[in-house]
T-cell receptor
Framework: QKEVEQDPGPLSVPEGAIVSLNCTYSNSAFQYFMWYRQYSRKGPELLMYTYSSGNKEDGRFTAQVDKSSKYISLFIRDSQPSDSATYLCAMILRPGTGANNLFFGTGTRLTVIP | DGGITQSPKYLFRKEGQNVTLSCEQNLNHDAMYWYRQDPGQGLRLIYYSQIVNDFQKGDIAEGYSVSREKKESFPLTVTSAQKNPTAFYLC????????????FGEGSRLTVL
């Protein structure tokens, strides 16, 4: 079983839709949770990170963590064609020890259709 | 502007040849990383370095080598011993002791002919 599971999609939605992207994990020791966005043929960029269970909002993006269910989500409101990208979830076991303890999901490819 | 520069962006190699991918950062970050990205497999860690003149193997180090002679530079050599080298390679850096916020370069696409 992989440490982090993510539905690879692809996912296609019409412009303006609400998008829900999800990851599950098996190790309850994960403490920090991140979402990266990767445009085609580019490197990933950090979109959001959270520590505790609950919601964190940044503009049209909301990151949600449910540690009891080992489940994290990224919601995109009023989706735009510019949101078309691959979204990777990531999580780290012990903050402060460097990214060698960072685990990535496989990524979900999202296309927002104008 | 601060960032990470990878070169070349695209590279073709014949079987049996070694090739070196360049990674330079001007973010003054201590730690640097090399990942490999294949479709459906996410990012896999090849090597990482948390300080100059020191580096550690990641999950898939076989067939690769690195050096860290300068803080700013972390080149990756893909050797002929790597059985399936065609992939997208990503270099990243982070502050030491960071919570995992990686800054990535734009990647290098290696194709073995």
């Amino acid at each position: 079983q992989k440490e982090v599971e993510q539905d690879p999609g692809p996912l296609s939605v019409p412009e303006g839709a609400i998008v829900s992207l999800n990851c599950t994990y098996s190790n309850s020791a994960f403490q920090y949770f991140m979402w990266y966005r990767q445009y085609s043929r580019k490197g990933p960029e950090l979109l959001m990170y959270t520590y505790s269970s609950g919601n964190k909002e940044d503009g049209r993006f909301t990151a949600q963590v449910d540690k009891s269910s080992k489940y994290i989500s990224l919601f995109i409101r009023d989706s735009q064609p510019s949101d078309s990208a691959t979204y990777l979830c990531a999580m780290i076991l012990r903050p402060g020890t460097g990214a060698n303890n960072l685990f990535f999901g496989t990524g979900t490819r999202l296309t927002v259709i104008p | 502007d601060g960032g990470i520069t990878q070169s070349p962006k695209y590279l073709f190699r014949k079987e049996g040849q070694n090739v070196t991918l360049s990674c330079e950062q001007n973010l003054n970050h201590d730690a640097m990383y090399w990942y490999r990205q294949d479709p459906g497999q996410g990012l896999r860690l090849i090597y990482y370095s948390q300080i100059v003149n020191d580096f550690q193997k990641g999950d898939i180090a076989e067939g690769y080598s690195v050096s860290r002679e300068k803080k700013e530079s972390f080149p990756l050599t893909v050797t002929s011993a790597q059985k399936n080298p065609t992939a997208f390679y990503l270099c990243a850096s982070t502050l030491q002791g960071n919570t995992g916020e990686l800054f990535f370069g734009e990647g290098s696409r290696l194709t073995v002919l």
